[in-house]
């Protein structure tokens, strides 16, 4: 196949960026989208050109790292899929791919597509925990049974990879997918109900200072979430988050 | 060079873990908080040893070259971890696991370590679940099990097939309570390029910011290495994109030896190469067999028909297929340990009976396992067990409870639907057994330098078994290193903060520019990736999954000739002071082109077979691994001189005393 490319190119976090025009030959469909971008990384540096940075690692849809908006979507056209998984057989002969990086005041670009998420650990260092010191002199692990539905639901909101698709896809860059999958991780969990109101408050204080915008209850995420994280988990949020303010 | 001492306690093999805490020095919480500790690589080893550093009171810094802690590939791990627990009540017990791991790891480990990780395991359990990992739970409400290959019981826990990102998160839940504390300070996106070493003592490590290429210095009391194996020497591995050797190496070239590099596990099931294009490989989990069936056709007409597209592996008879493992390895089946089920992939594939174009590739069949199932869920609901559209649809939905995310992996890479039809699978390299040599206190041979997780080379001996990676990063981290790093750290009590204005740090900082500017200013022709591409292949066929004196030695030459061309004719885009992915990596690939020699090097002297490591020299007639270990049974320790090929051996004899050295059989 040979397509267009049109990729963001911004030298730094300070440079003003632009959209750069690019096009590229022989894509097989048997690759994934990354290792097309490898292909045209090696054709730019061949040319002695400035290959296109951007973010991935274990291109197997689980570390997170990849995070490319491409032709407005989130990870692509794809769905339950990161970048890494995206294959071109989605695309055609002939096609122009428009490639983004993920786009929030909260995620400054650091060059081309690799922008800086670390507001997401943050979030996280403010009470994404269980806190529990690893002593390994903790209760046997059987000792208190757990509703198998519990168990499951607590799993799929713990399976957020943390790439930021919800929050690049959102009109209002709300992280608020992301925050909740978290929440509903250890609310549904015996062992994370003895803070669960801590828990909430700190991190959706967090949230706010990172600078991430409201949710106004669009689904955007959901709908481009490569790991199927459900709307439910905000609602679920929201409850704990109410129930916290009442009892504070 | 001392004789090596790996420092195993006395006392009887069930007694020493217990007896050695208590023996050994404390330090006390006033202290700790004099001492700084640096962890580099936040893996489950390097976070959980973060944390708990963290949480006794020392002052860590902790080192990432990824955009978060929490990318690190222990993420990537599917499916499961395995602990004594024995709530299956299937005869499992810390003996069982211990004796599994020696066997599985062909009696090339160390008896005190492995005893040490099976009496621990059973925390790790009860640590997670505490922490709010959700493993998978049965319906009434206690924790599931499933089994692995190499062992007749199910002691592997799990979280579908995510175990590894489950743990991770929970590691990096622990991490992020201290980094709240101000216990931890983290730095992402941080390259380690050197380690310092003050009075023959570690005493820092010289870094690179990946952003904005400022190169840093950073003094402790300890260092510790948790950065992974190195299985991108093949290039072509499971492993994940940025995962290297440099931190590893960059501590043997500063003393540290380096243990049986040539210990790579081949793993049996991934996804086949599909073209030149093909920048990494994908696992598809050991949990898969079992309940998958290994095959390829017995009729060398029908993999020709089926290489044509004539014919679909759906329609080849029962009587036509040949169940190869079943059919050598009757007692363990499916479930052999990795490197015989590669092996024997390997043998059926080189005998003309590979199922894809490539010619490498054989089928991982669930059919039997879906109409079992489907037919229980029918019984189960009062359905009609001999309704074959019926059966099928309800087993499906039991694969897909189990194992619904490898398949969608599967079916997004190949564009087939494993429901449907069978995988096609090919072992890939997947795991680094050897690495950096370290006593029973996991202490390299630099004082105060120490190396946990699969950076180090400890519990597997020759092959290791699977869903026991996460259970050794976990037990270095949480329960084996912050105890005895106490050790060491007792007489640093009065030192005081480590000065970076050294002539040695000078020293450090000032080679590690000159490489980078070296690089910077080479202009060479080729990429990168076109060294680190060509390196991989010379690995793949001259050591990969079986191995020869002669091919042995063309590598070792090749390699040689590949580093000269490397260092003249590389090309390095941009510059140093920027986000430079390019330049990151000359780093790395750097590192490979040194320990691939050494690797081939460690392959040629272990004349022997034993786990991962295959010698076409030494085979049974029917062509199963043939150990030495009159002369073999040891660990080979390599002391770096220079360059890889002076490199001095150094031999720790291993010794059993509870266990009786066996030919290992999966009959």
Known sequence: MNLTLKIWRQANVDAKGEMVTYSVAGVSPDMSFLEMMDMHNEQLIENGEDPVAFDHDCREGICGMCSMFINGEAHGPDRLVTTCQLHMRKFKDGDTITIEPFRANAFPVIKDLTVDRSAFDRIQQAGGFVSVNTSGNTQDANAIPIDKHDADKAFDAASCIGCGACVASCKNASAMLFVSAKVSQYALLPQGKVEATDRVLNMVNQMDEEGFGNCTNTGACEVECPKGISLENIARMNREYLAATLKG | ?667
Not at chain 2, 51 to 71: H, M, W
Not at chain 2, 243 to 259: C, D, E, L, T, Y
Not at chain 2, 343 to 348: D, F, I, S, V, W
Not at chain 2, 603 to 615: K, V, Y
């Open chain 2, 1 to 667: 060079m001392a004789k090596l001492d790996s420092k195993i306690p006395a006392g009887s093999l069930s007694e020493k873990w217990t007896n050695h805490k208590s023996n050994i020095n404390l330090v006390s919480p006033a202290n700790k908080r004099l001492i700084d500790v640096i962890v580099v690589g936040t893996g489950l080893a390097g976070a959980s040893a973060s944390a708990t550093l963290a949480e006794l009171g020392y002052n860590v810094k902790t080192f990432c070259f990824q955009d978060s802690p929490r990318r690190a590939h222990s993420i990537a791990a599917q499916g499961g971890i395995n602990a004594a627990k024995n709530y299956q009540g299937d005869g499992d017990s810390t003996y069982r696991l211990f004796y599994d791991t020696i066997k599985g790891g062909d009696y090339r480990s160390r008896e005190a370590n492995v005893y040490r990780l099976a009496e621990v395991s059973t925390n790790i359990i009860d640590q997670c679940v505490a922490q709010g990992v959700p493993f998978a739970r049965d319906y009434g409400g206690l924790l599931d099990n499933r089994s692995f290959g190499g062992v007749l019981v199910s002691r592997t826990f799990y979280a579908k097939g995510q175990t590894g990102q489950q743990l991770l998160l929970g590691a990096y839940s622990a991490m992020n309570r201290q980094i709240g504390r101000g216990k931890i300070k983290m730095y992402n996106r941080h390259e380690m390029m050197d380690l310092v070493v003050v009075g023959g003592k570690a005493r820092g490590i010289i870094t690179r910011n990946l952003v904005n290429g400022e190169i840093e210095r950073h003094s402790a009391h300890a260092v510790v290495i948790a950065s992974g194996g190195y299985g991108n020497v093949f290039f072509l591995s499971t492993n994940a994109m940025g995962s290297n050797v440099s931190a590893s190496w960059k501590i043997h070239k500063r003393g540290a030896h380096f243990a049986n590099p040539c210990f790579t596990q081949i793993h049996p099931t991934c996804i086949p190469v599909s073209g030149e294009h093909q920048s990494k490989l994908t696992l598809m989990s050991e949990s898969l067999r079992n309940d998958g069936r290994i095959w390829v056709p017995k009729k060398l007409e029908d993999v020709k028909a089926i290489r044509a597209g004539k014919l679909n592996p759906t329609e080849i008879a029962e009587e036509d297929r040949d169940y190869y493992l079943e059919r050598r390895y009757p007692a363990f089946g499916n479930l052999v340990p990795r490197d015989v089920a590669s092996r024997a992939a390997k043998e059926r594939c080189d005998a003309g009976f590979g199922v894809n174009k490539t010619g490498e590739a054989v089928y991982l069949d669930f059919a039997d396992a879906i109409t079992r199932y489907g037919k229980e869920q029918a019984h189960v609901k009062g359905l009609d067990e001999n309704d074959a559209a019926l059966v099928k649809k309800l087993g499906q939905e039991v694969v897909r409870a189990k194992y619904g995310n490898l398949f969608q992996m599967y079916e997004k890479i190949v564009d087939q639907n494993p429901y449907e039809t069978p995988m096609m699978i090919y072992p890939a390299v997947h795991y680094t057994m050897g690495g950096v040599w370290v006593d029973y206190n996991l202490m390299t041979s630099i004082p105060g330098c120490y190396a946990i997780g699969e950076a180090n080379f400890s519990d597997h001996g020759a092959n290791r078994l699977g869903a026991s990676a996460l259970m050794q990063g976990l037990a270095d981290g949480y329960f084996v290193l912050p105890y005895t790093i106490g050790d060491y750290l007792a007489d640093d009590i009065r030192t005081g903060p480590i000065s970076t204005d050294s002539p040695e740090f000078e020293a450090a900082e000032k080679e590690v520019k000159k490489q980078i500017e070296a690089f910077i200013n080479n202009k060479g022709k080729h990429s990168v990736d076109y060294y680190h591409k060509k390196l991989g292949k010379i690995m793949w066929d001259k050591c990969g999954m079986s191995r020869n004196e002669k091919g042995l030695k063309d590598a070792i030459e090749e390699i040689k000739a590949l580093r000269e061309d490397f260092y003249k004719n590389v090309k390095v885009p941009g510059t140093a002071d920027e986000f430079n992915e390019q330049l990151a990596k000359a780093g790395r690939v750097a590192d490979f082109l040194e320990l691939g020699e050494l690797f081939a090097k460690d392959a040629l002297e272990r004349t022997e077979s034993c786990g991962g490591h295959f010698r076409e020299e030494s085979q049974t007639p029917e062509g199963e691994a043939m150990r030495d270990d009159k002369n073999f049974s040891f660990v080979s320790a390599w002391e770096y001189k220079g360059e890889p090929s002076k490199a001095k051996l150094h031999k720790e004899q291993l010794e059993y005393e509870e266990i009786e050295v066996k030919t290992r059989s999966y009959k």
